[in-house]
């Protein structure tokens, strides 16, 4: 039988490294998309309702991949389907 603890380490690890990954990188996107859109609100003030619309659909887009990482993460930390498989 392997040692648990050794796994719920490893696994744990794993969460951080994926839940840090998965907010910096989105964030990163939600910066660039933002800064984008003032350089088009900035050449074209009258399209701003496009701009702004467009904008809120692709930050949310964005946003719920952050929240995808989430969910799987606490999956891995609180559900784990290999440590079933370990106890065995």
Do not use: C, H, K
């Amino acid at each position: 039988m392997p040692d648990l603890s050794t796994f719920t380490l490893v696994s744990t690890v794993a969460a951080i490294l994926g839940i840090a990954l998965g907010v910096m990188l989105p964030a990163i996107a939600m910066g660039w998309a933002i800064s984008r859109a003032l350089d088009a609100l900035s050449r074209q003030p009258e399209a701003e309702r496009a701009i702004m619309r467009t904008l809120f659909i692709g930050l949310a887009m964005i946003e719920s991949l952050a929240i995808y990482v989430l969910v799987i993460v606490l999956i891995i930390l609180f559900r784990n389907p290999l440590l079933a498989y370990l106890l065995q």
